[in-house]
Every structure is written in C-alpha cells, then in structure tokens.
C-alpha cells in the first residue's frame, strides 16, 4: 500500500512557475513508476507527466512538454512537478499516482492516488 500527498499548489499569474510535491508512504517507493495528472472543473482527468522507477524516462502530454519537468527522489520518497511558464488553461486540480505497471500514459493503470493540491492561474 502506497499513501500519496500532494502540496505546493497555488494561485499565480500566467507566466510564472511552481514547483508540486508528492510524497509517498512505505519503503518500496522506487519500485513504482510515479504520475502526475490533473483534472479542471468540468472535465475529465487527464494526463500530463510520468517518470520511471529510477528517474531515467519521463514522458509528458504534449500541452506540457517543454514547459513541466517531472522528477523524483526516492531518497525522499517524493516526486516533483516543476511548472513554468504556466497558463490559464494550466488550471485544474493535480494528482499524483502511483503504478507497478508501465502503462504510464493510462490514468486506469494507476493503483494508487493522492487527494491532489489545486493550481490557479490568472491572466
């Protein structure tokens, strides 16, 4: 079992970044494949980074890429979200997930979630 917390969430203005957090319970962290999705008010989940078990394979949607950076430190049992740059349609509610399959693109192949950290951002 694998318990999930999101923070670092926040209001913020259209160009600026954040940095979300995820940190995960137990001792067998880096045995699964972290993501990260978001959900905006009306609108299905969807997914927007995922990272592999030791950190050396990202993916991204491509609303994302080049502008979020997923990385992890199973040290610390954590995995982060940098956001920059971000957008008005950037806003939504973001979750972290957890998978010991390599599906990672598939939100239906995450087992566990966390309760997720919402972001704002104004134009």
């Known amino acids: 079992q694998v318990q999930l917390v999101e923070s670092g969430g926040g209001l913020v203005q259209a160009g600026d970044s954040l940095r979300l957090s995820c940190a995960a319970s137990?001792?067998?962290?880096?045995?699964?494949?972290m993501g990260w999705f978001r959900q905006a008010s009306g609108k299905e989940r969807e997914f927007v980074a995922a990272?592999?078990?030791?950190?050396?394979?990202?993916y991204y949607a491509d609303s994302v890429k080049g502008r979020f950076t997923i990385s992890r430190d199973n040290a610390k049992n954590t995995v982060y979200l940098q956001m920059n740059s971000l957008r008005p349609e950037d806003t939504a509610d973001y979750y972290c997930?957890?998978?010991?399959?390599?599906?990672?693109?598939?939100?239906?192949?995450?087992?566990?979630w966390g309760q997720g950290t919402q972001v704002t951002v104004s134009s």
């Open positions: 997930a957890a998978t010991a399959r390599a599906e990672l693109l598939d939100r239906q192949s995450y087992d566990y």
């Open positions: 990272i592999s078990r030791a950190g050396a394979r990202n």
């Open positions: 137990g001792r067998t962290f880096s045995s699964y494949y």
